[in-house]
């Protein structure tokens, strides 16, 4: 084989390799980081946190727990919500970079599914004890990158 036949071959086989895999998906930022816990995230948590609980008023104590099917199924739809809103959060440009961003997503994706394998179980018992720990998956990554709550734990 000539040289430069060798060459061609050698850049066709490289050029195959190199685009190997689908391209890349045609994804369209719709709101910034900001948006996306304000408007899912949070609203979402509130639904899954404020569906149980004890909550003491004037007019005496309540105990908030879902009662239907319907309740249930609502919550669950939040968890959901929140669970995959954490991929959004790996994608570009909300992750802000590969290590921890990317390891408190995940640990937010663990939670979720957490919280709703217990709303499966209709265990509210479980529904409240998960909840301290998803709140935890969202201060894990506050903590580190949110302007304002990082300032508190810097030393
Ligand atoms: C992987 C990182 C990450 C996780 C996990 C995360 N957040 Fe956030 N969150 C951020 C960042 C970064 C900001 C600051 C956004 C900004 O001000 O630009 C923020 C800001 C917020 C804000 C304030 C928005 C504002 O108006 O200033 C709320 C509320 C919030 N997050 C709720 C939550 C809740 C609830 C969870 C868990 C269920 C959660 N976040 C999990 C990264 C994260």
């Known amino acids: 084989m000539r040289n430069i ?3 061609v071959l ?5 050029s195959v390799v190199g685009c190997g895999g689908a391209p890349a998906p045609p994804f369209k930022l719709v709101s910034d980081t900001k948006t996306l816990m304000n408007s899912v995230i949070e609203k979402e948590a509130n639904v899954v946190w404020e569906s149980v609980g ?4 004037l007019e005496g104590v309540e105990e908030r727990r879902p009662q239907t099917e319907a309740d249930w199924q609502h919550i669950r739809d939040a968890a959901v919500t929140i669970t995959e809103s954490a991929n959004l959060l790996m994608m570009s440009p909300h992750a802000k970079d590969d290590e921890e961003w990317m390891a408190a997503s995940v640990g937010l994706i663990d939670e979720g ?3 709703i394998s217990a709303i499966d179980r209709k265990s509210t018992q479980e529904v409240f ?3 301290a720990d998803l709140y ?20």
């Open 5 to 7: 036949e060798r060459l």
């Open 113 to 115: 599914q957490r919280m």
């Open 129 to 131: 004890d998960v909840g």
């Open 10 to 14: 050698s850049i066709s086989v490289v």
């Open 136 to 155: 935890e998956a969202c201060v894990r990554c506050h903590r580190q990158y949110m302007p304002g709550v990082a300032i508190m734990y810097r030393r």
């Open 54 to 57: 004890t909550i003491a008023t």
